[in-house]
């Protein structure tokens, strides 16, 4: 399915009530096991379950990070991860569990943490994830997953069909850095749960191609 969400605001804001993005396929809910600390600086494929503790934090990202399929990385509430290029990508195949807390919410940013276009993102391909109380900020950097040619997108989630990726009380903050073709979420043949999400600073003008949900 190929899908394409406008959803502007008049300011650079908008906040999400509950959006229910829906492919082919059922849905299949994954679990992330429990598993020991892992500290950073991390980057490669991780083929095994693992965490990311409060105590290690922040956790660096040096260079890609992909979850392999059947693998789960859970990241414990309060966390920072943090790319430390703009070619670093969050890439997730098998599950990614990310729920944080309103006091302790996780924050994926760059290792500068100062503006737009400074890493990759987070790009869920085929596989599954919560996102709850998480920040995500300072992307921007163009990808070629979603859904095709070149965009820029925060979080993209691509071929999850059949599973879920749940997006909730969360942020995607700061991440227009073209003249086009900036979005927040980008959304390709997947299934995608939206609910209480603020999306800013991502593109003002639908007209060159830039949505908070694409």
């Given amino acids: 399915m190929k899908t394409k969400y406008a959803l502007m605001a008049l300011a650079m804001g908008l906040a999400l009530a509950t959006l229910v993005l829906?492919?082919?396929?059922?849905?299949?809910?994954?679990?992330a096991a429990s598993s020991a600390c892992v500290p950073g600086p991390h980057s490669g494929t991780i083929t095994a379950d693992q965490t990311w503790c409060l105590v290690d934090s922040p956790h660096l990202m040096t260079a890609?990070?992909?979850?392999?399929?059947?693998?789960?990385?859970?990241i414990e509430p309060g966390v920072t991860v943090q790319a430390n290029t703009t070619n670093v990508a969050l890439i997730v195949q098998g599950h990614l569990e990310a729920a944080g807390t309103e006091a302790q919410p996780i924050?994926?940013?760059?290792?500068?943490?100062?503006?737009?276009?400074?890493?990759l993102g987070?790009?869920?391909d085929g596989g599954t994830g919560t996102l709850r109380h998480t920040i995500v900020r300072y992307t921007g950097q163009r990808i070629y997953t979603c859904?095709?040619?070149?965009?820029?997108?925060?979080?993209?989630v691509v071929n999850v069909q059949t599973g879920t990726v749940t997006i909730a009380d969360s942020q995607v903050l700061n991440s227009a850095r073209y003249d086009n073709d900036d979005?927040?979420?980008c959304v390709k043949d997947s299934r995608v749960?939206?609910?209480?999400?603020?999306f800013s600073g991502i593109g003002d003008d639908p007209n060159q191609g830039e949505f908070p949900i694409f």
């Fill in 147 to 156: 859904p095709s040619g070149v965009n820029s997108a925060a979080i993209s």
């Fill in 107 to 119: 924050i994926f940013t760059s290792l500068a943490d100062n503006g737009p276009g400074q890493w």
């Fill in 64 to 74: 890609n990070v992909t979850v392999a399929a059947g693998s789960a990385l859970t």
């Fill in 22 to 31: 829906t492919g082919a396929g059922p849905a299949k809910k994954a679990q």
């Fill in 122 to 124: 987070i790009t869920i």
């Fill in 183 to 185: 979005h927040g979420l």
């Fill in 193 to 198: 749960i939206v609910s209480n999400t603020l």
